[in-house]
């Protein structure tokens, strides 16, 4: 076999074991992206309220804190294959009483039953996807996750065109995607994995340990959990069409899938934390390009949503990688799960704070409200930096491995998100120095 048909041939053994529950994990969040940008798009064509607007997305980060938390023990309980199926049935019901019950306070809760069951699913599908991995492969299985991750998304953003978002057909065709998404895994000839350990985080030991992480994740959730509830109105507001509504937004996407790996490997080379604060200036720079250039139109408002993705979608793995650093292998599960909630809580008030904002003038304020988040993020970098010294060469993770080992899920659902890895039992190791 020669050199070439060796990874190839590698590859293929990994995949083959999980090939099913990709093959849902595509359908699953291709529906998901549909609803993701159809549900702000219709609650503005219904004249929902700025508030209103925004607490379908505290809705929504809510219910997935909440999945993020109870989600390993339904796992524990019912398993993977039962769990996920569960969880998608109930989440394809819901996309429809979206289109029956045109009420606010019905869509918020409809909304957090959502981001409860893609919780859970995300806790089943990752740690399928770890227990059926091994060191060797597990970066190529995750890679290949990541991949369809930001494709089929993209892809589900992009169906807003193909319909009248005040009609019935968007909402069912994300539920029948949400649905049909249960077949591959109800009939997948490979074993169902072993029910994993999962452990509790310490927000309190988190902070200690890595301020920049626990403020990081604070800030991208109540930047960017603000973005992905009110964005698809911003843009239409600005007088896009549908398919640029989806366009956009797919823009951002993109932007932060191109950005994410030379930032990492950039990060890995230098203090984490300058790439911290360059990636967040980039966003802040973007958000306000956005605010006074978007009514221009052409190609300008995609090509700064680029940017601005390129900026802000990256900046949850990098302060990842960074609390990493500072944590002891052992730790790391503990760690990110912690940081996955303060991200959730975050994200939760962002959609209400950014919605506040917006009430107080008439002028387009989302991208006003992640910079100012964002000049704050970057703010409290620099005086960390002054505060403690850059990791050790010895104690640095690396950038890719950080993130497999975080586990980090798909940045237009959640966010780039941390879902909790199976734990396994080991003695306690020496706390690294915290906050000096």
């Given at each position: 076999m020669t050199?070439?048909?060796k990874p190839?041939?590698s590859?293929?053994?990994?995949?083959?074991?999980?090939?099913?529950?990709?093959?849902?994990?595509?359908?699953?969040?291709?529906?998901?992206g549909?609803?993701?940008?159809?549900?702000?798009?219709?609650?503005?064509?219904?004249?929902?309220?700025?508030?209103?607007?925004?607490?379908?997305?505290?809705?929504?980060?809510?219910?997935?804190?909440?999945?993020?938390?109870f989600?390993?023990?339904?796992?524990?309980?019912?398993?993977?294959?039962?769990?996920?199926?569960a969880?998608?049935?109930?989440?394809?019901?819901?996309?429809?009483?979206?289109?029956?019950?045109?009420?606010?306070l019905?869509w918020?809760?409809?909304?957090?039953?959502?981001?409860?069951?893609?919780?859970?699913?995300?806790?089943?599908?990752?740690?399928?996807?770890?227990?059926?991995?091994?060191?060797?492969n597990?970066?190529?299985?995750?890679?290949?996750?990541?991949?369809?991750?930001?494709?089929?998304?993209?892809?589900?953003?992009?169906?807003?065109?193909?319909?009248?978002?005040?009609?019935?057909?968007?909402f069912?065709?994300?539920?029948?995607?949400?649905?049909?998404?249960?077949?591959?895994?109800?009939?997948?000839?490979?074993?169902?994995?072993?029910?994993?350990?999962?452990?509790?985080?310490?927000?309190?030991?988190?902070?200690?340990?890595?301020?920049?992480?626990?403020?990081?994740?604070?800030?991208?959730?109540?930047?960017?959990?603000?973005?992905?509830?009110?964005?698809?109105?911003?843009?239409?507001?600005?007088?896009?069409?549908?398919?640029?509504?989806?366009?956009?937004m797919?823009?951002?996407?993109?932007?932060?899938?191109?950005s994410?790996?030379?930032?990492?490997?950039?990060?890995?080379?230098?203090?984490?934390r300058?790439?911290?604060?360059?990636?967040?200036?980039?966003?802040?720079?973007?958000?306000?390009?956005?605010?006074?250039?978007?009514?221009?139109?052409?190609?300008?408002?995609?090509?700064?949503?680029?940017?601005?993705?390129?900026?802000?979608?990256?900046?949850?793995?990098?302060?990842?990688?960074?609390?990493?650093?500072?944590?002891?292998?052992?730790?790391?599960?503990?760690?990110?799960?912690?940081?996955?909630?303060?991200?959730?809580?975050?994200?939760?008030?962002?959609?209400?704070?950014?919605?506040?904002v917006?009430?107080?003038?008439?002028?387009?304020?989302?991208?006003?409200?992640?910079?100012?988040?964002?000049?704050?993020?970057?703010?409290?970098?620099?005086?960390?930096i002054?505060?403690?010294?850059?990791?050790?060469?010895?104690?640095?993770?690396?950038?890719?491995?950080?993130?497999?080992?975080?586990?980090?899920?798909?940045?237009?659902?959640?966010?780039?998100?941390?879902?909790?890895?199976?734990?396994?039992?080991?003695?306690?190791?020496?706390?690294?120095?915290?906050?000096?």
């Amino acid at each position: 076999m020669t050199t070439d048909t060796k990874p190839r041939a590698s590859l293929r053994a990994a995949l083959t074991p999980v090939s099913a529950l990709l093959f849902s994990v595509a359908l699953l969040l291709m529906g998901n992206g549909l609803q993701g940008t159809l549900i702000p798009v219709r609650g503005n064509i219904e004249h929902f309220g700025h508030f209103e607007l925004g607490l379908l997305g505290t809705g929504y980060f809510a219910g997935f804190t909440l999945g993020c938390i109870f989600g390993p023990m339904l796992l524990m309980k019912g398993g993977h294959i039962r769990t996920f199926m569960a969880m998608a049935s109930v989440a394809s019901v819901i996309v429809l009483l979206h289109a029956i019950y045109l009420e606010p306070l019905v869509w918020t809760l409809l909304r957090g039953a959502t981001g409860f069951c893609f919780a859970v699913l995300y806790v089943v599908i990752e740690s399928w996807l770890n227990e059926k991995s091994t060191n060797e492969n597990r970066g190529a299985v995750f890679s290949v996750y990541t991949v369809i991750n930001l494709t089929v998304i993209t892809m589900g953003q992009m169906m807003i065109s193909l319909d009248d978002p005040a009609l019935f057909g968007l909402f069912a065709l994300a539920s029948i995607l949400v649905s049909v998404a249960t077949l591959p895994v109800a009939f997948t000839s490979s074993a169902a994995p072993a029910i994993p350990g999962f452990v509790v985080p310490n927000l309190k030991e988190l902070y200690r340990l890595s301020p920049v992480g626990f403020a990081g994740c604070l800030a991208v959730g109540l930047a960017n959990g603000a973005f992905w509830t009110l964005a698809p109105v911003f843009a239409q507001n600005e007088g896009l069409d549908l398919a640029a509504v989806g366009l956009f937004m797919s823009a951002v996407v993109i932007g932060g899938a191109i950005s994410q790996w030379p930032l990492g490997r950039l990060s890995d080379r230098m203090d984490r934390r300058y790439v911290i604060i360059g990636s967040s200036a980039l966003a802040a720079v973007a958000g306000v390009a956005l605010t006074f250039l978007a009514a221009k139109g052409g190609v300008w408002i995609f090509a700064i949503g680029a940017c601005f993705g390129a900026g802000a979608l990256p900046i949850y793995s990098l302060v990842v990688a960074h609390a990493n650093d500072h944590t002891n292998p052992a730790d790391m599960v503990k760690i990110s799960s912690g940081l996955l909630l303060t991200f959730g809580a975050g994200a939760a008030l962002g959609p209400l704070a950014a919605s506040a904002v917006r009430g107080l003038t008439t002028m387009p304020t989302l991208f006003l409200y992640t910079t100012a988040v964002n000049i704050v993020f970057i703010a409290f970098v620099c005086w960390r930096i002054r505060r403690r010294k850059p990791a050790g060469e010895k104690d640095r993770v690396k950038f890719n491995e950080s993130i497999i080992n975080a586990q980090t899920v798909s940045p237009i659902a959640t966010e780039s998100a941390t879902q909790p890895a199976p734990a396994q039992p080991s003695a306690p190791a020496p706390t690294r120095k915290g906050d000096e």
